[in-house]
């Protein structure tokens, strides 16, 4: 968390709120954290969210099906939460053993404070939309979006659109256009993993994950994308020389991008493989071969980053867990990060079980002092 003041209001004692924990975020991480705390019955654990519900959510399955899910699972598991409240700042008072929240309530505009022993940053991995600075961009005239703000190729009909980022919302928005008849482009910058989901399935069946070195199930995984895509450099999508799973490892960041009949559509040219860009002339767009392209609409899939910043060494420069797993989710003084560790809603998951768990451990070892040994850190799945 940062700990400049960016309150413009200075917050009478009064006024603040105590708690025993709080928790910045009420997406997946936040929840499962405040989920699992309930669970083992710590009381007094207070989610804030600037959010008017639960949040926007990836495309998977209907936005509206997981947020009521999110919605049912908060009120299953007796979570409180205070939602259109951002979380400007915080900072561990010494003097008190208490960390000092900052936050904004959104609907009126009062600063708040909130008080607590412990405090979860669980404010997402994606929260900031990335759009690349592309010379020249402010003189392209039509329209320009993020992925995030894509719904569907209505409004792109007759158009010519140029998707940028081959990741998995590249290349699934890329299909949806061409599949409505949108002369599609796709610019592919970097290196790629495309599978499908049954190959991701097979590779990460227990029974391979148990008796398969990290190595072989790469080879077996590259060997089925061979059998079923043949060689994709052919169609401008090379493939890393690290296998998938590998890759995971070395840059948690990349993921493997799932097919979803977007390959086919660049092997029948009904979509455009083109390389990075370089600038932009209105609406012509230059590329790094040199060719320029004149395109009525483009729509970045360049991803998100994190918003989170914390100068102890718990949260990274980039927003992101600092140290690897399983060593990834405490910081001092009752400081906690959950679903900062690139791993998805498992990883999400995973840090709530923790973080409760360590939560719970310490108050119990508070509340019978004799008991003081017990105080140590959580056990860690071997899988963490
Ligand atoms: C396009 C896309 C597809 C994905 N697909 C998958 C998938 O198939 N499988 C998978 O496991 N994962 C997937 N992910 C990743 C998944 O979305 C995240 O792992 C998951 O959302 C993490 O949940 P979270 O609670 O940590 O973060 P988020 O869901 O980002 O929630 C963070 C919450 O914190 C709140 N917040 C932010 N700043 C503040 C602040 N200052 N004060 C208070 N609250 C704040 C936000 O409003 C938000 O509600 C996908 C992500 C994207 C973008």
Redesign the pocket.
């Known amino acids: 968390m940062a700990e400049a003041p960016v309150m413009g209001e200075v917050v009478a004692e009064e006024h603040e709120h105590e708690e025993e924990v709080i928790v910045?975020?009420?997406?997946?991480?936040?929840l499962a954290t405040a989920a699992c705390l309930s669970l083992r019955g710590v009381p007094s654990c207070l989610v804030?969210?600037?959010?008017c519900r639960?949040?926007r959510t990836?495309t998977?399955l209907p936005r509206d099906d997981f947020v009521r899910y999110l919605d049912a699972y908060a009120t299953r598991f007796g979570v409180r939460s205070r939602l259109r409240?951002?979380?400007r700042a915080a900072r561990f008072d010494e003097a008190r053993g208490r960390w000092l929240v900052d936050a904004a309530d959104l609907t009126t505009g009062r600063a708040e404070r909130y008080v607590a022993r412990y405090l979860v940053a669980?404010?997402?991995?994606?929260?900031e939309r990335v759009v690349p600075e592309v010379p020249g961009m402010e003189t392209f005239p039509g329209k320009a979006m993020h992925a995030a703000d894509y719904r569907c190729a209505e409004g792109f009909k007759g158009k010519s659109a140029l998707v940028v980022g081959c990741g998995?919302?590249g290349m699934e928005i890329a299909y949806d256009l061409a599949d409505s008849g949108v002369a599609t482009s796709i610019v592919v910058r970097g290196e790629v993993h495309l599978m499908t989901r049954w190959i991701l399935n097979v590779a990460t069946s227990p029974l391979l994950i148990r008796y398969l070195p990290l190595w072989a199930i790469d080879n077996l995984v590259l060997l089925l994308c061979y059998l079923v895509f043949g060689d994709t450099s052919r169609y401008g999508l090379r493939r890393p020389a690290t296998g998938p799973f590998s890759m995971r490892l070395l840059r948690p960041d990349v993921f493997p991008v799932l097919d979803v009949g977007t390959f086919s559509k660049i092997k029948s040219d009904e979509i455009r493989v083109l390389p990075a860009i370089t600038r932009m002339h209105g609406s012509d767009v230059e590329f790094a071969d040199g060719k320029r392209h004149a395109f009525d609409a483009i729509v970045f899939a360049t991803g998100?980053r994190s918003t989170t910043k914390n100068d102890d060494g718990l949260i990274g420069d980039d927003g992101m867990a600092a140290r690897r797993s399983p060593n990834h989710w405490k910081g001092e003084n009752g400081l906690y990060c959950?679903?900062m560790n690139r791993r998805?809603?498992?990883g999400?998951g995973v840090d709530a079980e923790l973080i409760a768990g360590d939560i719970s451990r310490q108050r119990e070892s508070k509340l019978q002092p004799q008991d003081e040994q017990r105080d140590v850190a959580a056990p860690v799945p071997s899988d963490a």
């Open positions: 910045v975020g009420a997406g997946v991480s936040g804030l969210d600037p959010r639960t949040r990836p998977y409240r951002e979380v669980a404010a997402g991995e994606n929260d998995n919302s998100y959950a679903g998805g809603i498992y999400s």
